[in-house]
C-alpha cells in the first residue's frame, strides 16, 4: 500500500466553496490535481493507494481528509471536487467520519497525521528538491510521502519533520505537487510494488 499526505496551508475547511472557482478556494485546484494523479490511471483507479490530505484553510482548519478508494466510493475524475465538498459538509466535531466509502474527516494536526502513520510502521519521506535522490533511496511498499503546497511546507514544521525524517528528491526542478504524486507513482510502478 503506498501513502501519499499532501499538506494544504489555504485549501478552504468548509464545503461552501465554488467547484468553478477552485483557485478561489485556497487553491483547492491543487488538491484535486493531487486526487487525480494519486488514483486515476487510463481506464482504471489504483485501489493501493491512500491519500491524507490536510488542510489549514479559513474557516474551521486543520482538517484531514483520508482518502481509500474502492468500487463503492464512486471516485470520478469528472466530479471530484463535489466529493471534497460533501466531505467538508458532513464533518462532525470530535468523531472520525466516514462520509462515503473509503472516505474519512476528522480534525487532526499535520504533524499528527504524520506522527501516526511513523507510530504505524510506516516510513516517512519527506518531499523536497534538496533531498537525497529518489533512485539511490531504498524504499518500503509501504512508503509515505509527504508533499507540501504552493508554497512548501511551513518552516515551523519542516524543521521538525527534517529532525525525525528522511528528505527525499525526485529531480533537480521543482515540480507541480500534482506532479510529483504522478512521478513517485511511476517509480514505485517500476519498482512493481
Ligand atoms: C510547487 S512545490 C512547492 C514550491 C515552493 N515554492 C517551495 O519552494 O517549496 C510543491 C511541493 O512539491 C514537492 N516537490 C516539488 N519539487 C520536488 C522535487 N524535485 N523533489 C521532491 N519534492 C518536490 C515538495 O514537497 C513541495 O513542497
Known sequence: MRTFVYFS??????????????????RMDIAMHVI?????????LRDDTVLHLVFYGAPDPPKHIEIHVNQETGLSKKDVAGLIKKILYKYKPDKKTEVVPGCFIEKKSFLNVINELADEGKEIFIMDESGDSIRKTKISENGVFVIGDQEGFPKKE??????????VSVG??????????????????????
Open 36 to 44: 487525480i494523479n494519486a488514483f486515476f490511471i487510463s481506464h482504471s
Open 172 to 193: 533537480p526542478k521543482v515540480y507541480f505537487a500534482s506532479q510529483v504524486v504522478t512521478i513517485l507513482n511511476n517509480e514505485m510502478d517500476l519498482r512493481g510494488f
Open 9 to 26: 496551508s489555504t485549501a478552504k475547511t468548509s464545503g461552501n466553496f465554488p467547484v468553478d472557482r477552485l483557485m478561489d478556494a485556497g
Open 158 to 167: 519542516l524543521k521538525r519533520l527534517k529532525k525525525k525524517f528522511k528528505l
